[in-house]
């Protein structure tokens, strides 16, 4: 399983089987691994803690922004630098849905065909 992003409700500390879960990689001698493709871990110790995996390291190691709230203990990864650049070039969004204000779903693919103006705010 392949995921670009990632939100971690339980903070950034995972079980190996969330890794595989959530992220789509496994934790293995050679490194950080999903199918034939693995990351050297320099520093096993600083990703491994007390039998759970650092999120926010394993998004260092993978190259993928991180943020986590301590506030609400959620951890949010990214998708890789080359997924998001290849977005930019291409200038496609990902698909993705949304409520309207009254609380109907809306897909961005519903709206392929027509022009549209995304306006996406926040009060903080």
């Known amino acids: 399983m392949q995921n ?8 950034p500390m995972i079980s190996v089987q969330a890794l595989h879960d959530d992220l789509g990689w496994e934790l293995k001698p050679e490194g950080l691994c999903r199918d034939d493709v693995c990351v050297l871990i320099p520093d096993r110790a600083a990703l491994e803690v007390g ?12 190259d993928r922004p991180a943020v986590l709230d301590q506030a609400s203990g959620v ?3 990214g998708a890789q630098r080359s997924v998001r650049k290849r ?3 291409d200038l496609q969004a990902p698909d993705f849905v949304l409520p309207d ?8 693919s519903d709206h392929r065909s027509k022009k549209r103006l995304l306006v996406a705010f926040s009060s903080w």
């Open 4 to 11: 670009d992003v990632a939100l971690l409700g339980d903070g």
């Open 51 to 62: 039998g759970q995996i650092d999120a926010m390291a394993v998004a260092a190691l993978l």
């Open 75 to 77: 951890a949010a990864i």
């Open 87 to 89: 977005a930019l070039d």
């Open 101 to 108: 204000l009254n609380g109907t779903p809306h897909a961005l």
